[in-house]
């Protein structure tokens, strides 16, 4: 447990000022600033005005699945890469493996920035998604947004989304860590996550794929997938961890 907690302890280090850092409030923000302004930008007409309710129901819920079915695969991609990056770029891994610590703790240390950086991305959603509802009130009151908005709402789906990414996060970790190349793990990414928006919609397959998976805790407004892609996401990732660590530790070069 103290060589992991040194392990933790430098890549926390490491994390500073980095772009990795900085993409858990860039990726959120765009999200909610592009549904708003698209919302923003559509003209009512003559309908009803919704409840304030159904208002902040319909652009948190157009928000999160924007995010889970897109943006969320990208941005586990994009991290993976990057925070691999930092020791493939410079060949820093025959000096961790040299340190006195343990292979297995710089491998789980690593898989912990990753999922640090997701849950502060996520984290960051909670915030910004309540600030571009009462942005949206301002620039287009027809939207119907009013109110305290759906916070109960917010938490659960943001906590089942980052349970149920938690396979594709054990999944691009060790991808992006048994891959030199920036560009493979980038690519290999980018074509699940165009997959994962048509297998997504698949009644049979949808809630199967990992990259769709997160979404699947927005299929609907009771929610009745979330326990699933939770269970799905959560002991997928526990076996991929444990399958990823049993590779790198009898890895005789990284």
């Known amino acids: 447990m103290t060589a992991l907690l040194r392990a933790l302890s430098a890549e926390a280090l490491k994390l500073r000022g980095t772009l990795a850092l900085w993409m858990c409030l860039v990726a959120p923000a765009a999200v909610v600033a592009l549904i708003t302004l698209k919302i923003a930008s559509f ?9 304030p309710e159904d208002a902040w129901f319909t ?7 924007f995010w ?3 943006m969320l695969p990208l941005f586990v991609t994009l991290q993976s890469a990057l925070l691999a990056g930092l020791e493939h770029g410079n060949r820093q891994w025959k000096h961790l493996l040299a340190l006195p610590l343990p292979r297995g703790a710089h491998y789980l240390a690593k898989q912990f920035a990753l999922t640090a950086t997701v849950t502060l991305a996520m984290a960051s959603l909670l915030v910004l998604i309540p600030l571009g509802g009462w942005l949206l009130a301002l620039l287009q009151p027809g939207s119907g ?8 709402f917010l938490a659960t789906r943001i906590g089942a989304c980052l349970v149920a990414a938690l396979l594709i996060i054990a999944l691009h970790h060790w991808i992006s860590i048994r891959w030199r190349s920036f560009t493979v793990a980038v690519s290999v990414g980018m074509i ?3 997959g994962s928006i048509l297998i997504g919609q698949s009644e049979r397959f949808g ?3 990992p990259w769709s ?8 407004r009771g929610g009745e997938r979330i326990e699933m892609a939770m269970l799905i996401g959560l002991i997928g990732g526990l076996v991929v961890t444990g399958l990823g660590l049993w590779s790198f530790v009898r890895r005789d070069d990284i």
Not at 43 to 51: D, V
């Open 68 to 70: 889970a079915f897109l």
């Open 145 to 152: 947004i009013a109110g305290a908005p759906p916070w109960a």
């Open 213 to 220: 998976i997160p979404a699947q805790v927005l299929a609907g």
């Open 207 to 209: 809630h199967l794929y």
């Open 43 to 51: 003209e009512p007409g003559n309908r009803p005005m919704p409840a």
């Open 59 to 65: 652009f948190a819920q157009q928000t999160l699945v």
């Open 192 to 194: 699940a996550s165009v």
